[in-house]
């Protein structure tokens, strides 16, 4: 039953008559902005498995991934921070708001303990060690982004969740309130931090200064079952305090970066996937110099990297991604930050750009 539940529940009612009424969705299923197969064509799931069960040895780190200890209950109230936590999860605090975005903290990118254990040292934070969250972000339904104990876990202290359109049918199985999850659809926005408005589509975060949160484009796919494409996989963007944020979710390359930076940049800060890239699926993750081209496309101040350093969901070397990130953004002049897990990131100063990656020391 637990196995069951963590599945989740595929959109139904209400919630899919407004799914079919989106010009996203076509034909019983979302779409991507451009044509875009999974898997490039004439690849079978038996081959990648066989491949996935015989990696090569250093899709894992040598040795514990090394760590920042902070204490996420005293981070400036003023600015704006980020909080890495590995893959694709971190805290933003803006102004005192704080943001939760995509957090996996099970120690699993998968419903089940066998497959998609995370790396020693990437696990020092959990959800008892998170502040009480004004606004969880949810990018789409994948194991590795939608945690389902960990969203269970951190619910209660959760004022409202934003997601991609669809999600929020497996939050309502789940058992949590309608009325906490504002579910959008791409180039939809929804305001939030007005204290007079805690109802639907708002935060409630009670800052006394109105915010917009708006769902973008991505390349991707979405599904935690064997049916795919019934909800919908989203990028965002975060207006707050005269910052803003690019929340990239997963994304292959594609023209919608280049829309979205016309219509919304610059962007103070891109937060995109850099990993778990591979020849079998081109299309629906970034390469690394990819990740730098979509940056230039949005008009990005400065580069997070994420979606790396947690688990093995791709066959190349485990620290791969940063290193070619780090290359391409030399070579292009962007500004990168590339923060251990747990050390802060303050928008608009100095960026921590250690290579804490290059000679783990074996347990």
Request: glycine letters at 10%.
């Amino acid at each position: 039953m637990a196995l069951l539940s963590a599945i989740g529940k595929n959109p139904s009612g209400e919630r899919l008559r407004r799914i079919e009424n989106s010009p996203n969705y076509r034909d019983g299923f979302f779409q991507n902005p451009v044509p875009t197969e999974v898997t490039v064509k004439g690849v079978s799931i038996f081959k990648m498995l066989r491949e996935y069960l015989n990696k090569p040895a250093d899709t894992k780190p040598p040795g514990p991934i090394p760590s920042i200890r902070t204490d996420l209950h005293s981070l400036p109230a003023g600015g704006a921070s980020i909080v890495w936590f590995g893959h694709s999860s971190y805290l933003l605090k803006i102004n005192g708001v704080q943001i939760l975005v995509d957090p996996v903290f099970s120690g699993n990118a998968s419903p089940v303990s066998f497959f998609g254990k995370s790396f020693p040292g990437s696990d020092v934070y959990t959800v008892k060690d998170m502040p009480d969250i004004d606004m969880l972000i949810l990018t789409h339904d994948h194991y590795d982004h939608l945690d389902h104990k960990t969203v269970i876990e951190i619910a209660g202290r959760t004022r409202h969740i934003y997601t991609s359109l669809g999600v929020g049918s497996h939050l309502e199985y789940w058992g949590i309130s309608p009325e906490k999850i504002t579910e959008l659809d791409w180039w939809e926005s929804a305001k939030i931090g007005e204290p007079s408005n805690r109802g639907q589509g708002s935060a409630g975060t009670g800052v006394g200064q109105a915010a917009t949160l708006t769902a973008t484009p991505a390349r991707h796919f979405s599904g935690r079952s064997f049916r795919r494409y019934q909800t919908l996989w989203s990028s965002f963007v975060l207006k707050m305090a005269g910052y803003s944020i690019f929340l990239g979710g997963d994304s292959g390359f594609g023209p919608h970066f280049k829309l979205i930076g016309e219509r919304y940049g610059p962007f103070d800060m891109a937060i995109l996937e850099c990993g778990q890239y591979g020849k079998n699926w081109p299309y629906i993750h970034m390469l690394p110099e990819e990740t730098v081209a979509a940056a230039e496309a949005l008009g990005a101040k400065a580069l997070l990297p994420v979606h790396w350093a947690k688990f093995v969901l791709s066959l190349h070397p485990w620290n791969e991604p940063i290193k070619r990130v780090l290359a391409a953004a030399a070579d292009k002049g962007m500004t990168l930050a590339t923060p251990m897990i747990g050390e802060p990131v303050m928008i608009g100063s100095g960026y921590p750009r250690t290579t804490w990656w290059d000679n783990l020391l074996p347990e």
